[in-house]
């Protein structure tokens, strides 16, 4: 069952116009602005500093516990990243040109980068070297000017959104894991989209751009390349498009035809949720300390062992797993390869809770920092709001754990249910599940072991 959402009157008119959105992507723009000034002129005090203190700990908890897991890929629609760029592409700020021509050179992005590959080695890069990036004004400043800089150069040669649909390091995981989200945006009557010749949602028209991530909306089947920009509700001409309200995770229970850049992507998150949960928020204070040291003998070890893990560790033993199912069960004709990348849904249920259980930790204990710097952003003694004298006060820490445990249960429980579903769907029987379900509850005690310490 789903429930058109636009087509309530308030909200259609809310998603028809451009006004709302544009006004809400300007407004974090200059947020973001204020992140890159401060992160080059402000304090080094991390804890004192905008860009550090709003971007890795109020945006990364509302991203990673409201965004992601309840509206998907809502961020995507409002990101200031691309605008700049885009607003270059188009030569307009709100309204569209007349017949919506985009002034770039209009270079099409590579077959063979047609994927997520590029977005996974962006956030293992960007991971890589986190803890400097988190702890250091000036880097969070470079790393987000980084980003604008590279989206507007793929606005000018590149055609509509090719940075935000494959080369995003923070779009790929909003993607994989926007299919846990309880809304959608699809086609009300795919016959009314095959009938209408024009695809104006695609290609454009007087009242807008077509679709800026390269997708035909009646061929979509999930929510992972979405971005949620609306541009099509707004083209298309016989008001066949919409978001509607949904069952949580509906796009998990089709499990076959997977991709294997998808399923890295799972497996590059797990391994990044245990990593940032050992260093940041883990006992060990002499591992903070090598993953912050870069180039020293041992920071090169961390960067072995970080990428070891990655690239090879969690994805053997999760192939493993697979091919001992196999062994239990052969399914009729399926590839190995694809077999691997079909249980890799399995880790977006658990990948998600994990991420959902470091960010409480995370975000809890350093929340209160928001509070001075807000009247104080770039550490300058400043007290614009009265709030420059708060003290930090972590916030229920003693109860966090009691968040932490029922989450990681409940991502555990969906991904032994997407693995039995993944046997039927596959035509094995349910013992091949068990060794997938075993990687699973070895993830999930080895999280709640460090978050229990």
């Known amino acids: 069952m789903r429930y058109a959402l636009s087509d309530i009157p308030f909200i259609k008119r809310l998603l028809r116009s451009r006004w709302p959105q544009w006004n809400l992507t300007a407004t974090l ?19 004192r500093n905008f860009g550090i203190v709003f ?3 109020v945006w990364w908890a509302l991203l990673i516990l409201l965004l992601v897991p309840f509206a998907g890929r809502l961020w995507c629609g409002v990101c200031p990243i691309p605008a700049p760029g885009e607003w270059l592409q188009r030569r307009a700020l709100v309204q569209p040109r007349p017949g919506g021509k985009l002034y770039t050179l209009g270079v099409k992005w590579p077959r063979a980068l047609r994927n997520i590959w590029l977005q996974n080695a962006g956030f293992l890069g960007v991971a890589l070297f986190s803890i400097i990036i988190l702890t250091t004004p000036s ?22 959104r090719t940075f935000c649909r494959y080369l995003c390091p923070v779009g790929g995981f909003i993607g994989l894991y926007s299919q846990v989200a309880p809304i959608e945006l699809r086609v009300k009557d795919a016959a009314v989209c095959a009938s209408h010749t024009d695809k104006t949602c695609y290609t454009g028209s007087d009242d807008g751009y077509g679709c800026p991530w390269l997708l035909f909306p009646g061929g979509l089947t999930n929510n992972t390349t979405c971005g949620l920009c609306t541009e099509c509700l707004k083209t298309c001409t016989r008001d066949n498009i919409a978001i509607f309200v949904r069952q949580p995770g509906a796009d998990l229970l089709k499990t076959t035809g997977r991709k294997l850049d998808e399923a890295y992507k799972g497996l590059i998150m797990l391994a990044c949720a245990f990593i940032y949960s050992a260093v940041l928020s883990g006992p060990w204070g002499a591992l903070k300390e090598t993953a912050a040291a870069v180039g020293t003998p041992g920071w090169f070890a961390y960067a072995g062992i970080f990428l070891a893990l990655n690239l090879a ?13 196999r062994w239990i069960s052969k399914p009729a004709s399926t590839t190995m390869r694809a077999l691997f990348a079909d249980y890799a849904a399995v880790l977006i249920p658990l990948g998600l809770t994990a991420w959902v259980a470091f960010t409480l930790s995370f975000a809890l204990i350093n929340f209160s920092y928001a509070w001075p710097v807000l009247s104080d952003p770039l550490g300058w003694g400043w007290n614009l ?3 420059a004298g708060l003290k930090w006060t972590p916030y229920i820490p003693g109860f966090v754990p009691a968040l932490q445990i029922p989450v990681l249960l409940i991502g555990l429980t969906a991904a032994i249910g ?9 035509g094995q029987s ?5 060794p997938v379900a075993a990687f699973c509850t070895a993830a999930t005690v080895g999280l709640l072991g460090l978050y229990l310490a």
Do not use: K
């Not at 192939?319 to 199912?325: D, H, N, Y």
């Open 418 to 426: 997407l693995a039995l579903r993944t046997t039927r769907q596959h």
């Open 55 to 57: 971007v890795w700990i």
């Open 385 to 387: 709001l009265g709030t």
């Open 139 to 160: 880097a969070t400043a470079l790393v987000l000017l980084g980003f604008v800089i590279v989206a507007v150069g793929a606005s000018l040669v590149f055609e509509r």
């Open 430 to 434: 349910p013992w091949a599940a068990a």
């Open 29 to 47: 723009l200059l947020f973001f602005v204020l992140a890159i000034i401060a992160g080059l002129v402000g304090t080094p005090a991390g804890n």
């Open 313 to 325: 560790i969690l994805p053997g033993l999760f192939w493993l797993a697979v091919r001992s199912g």
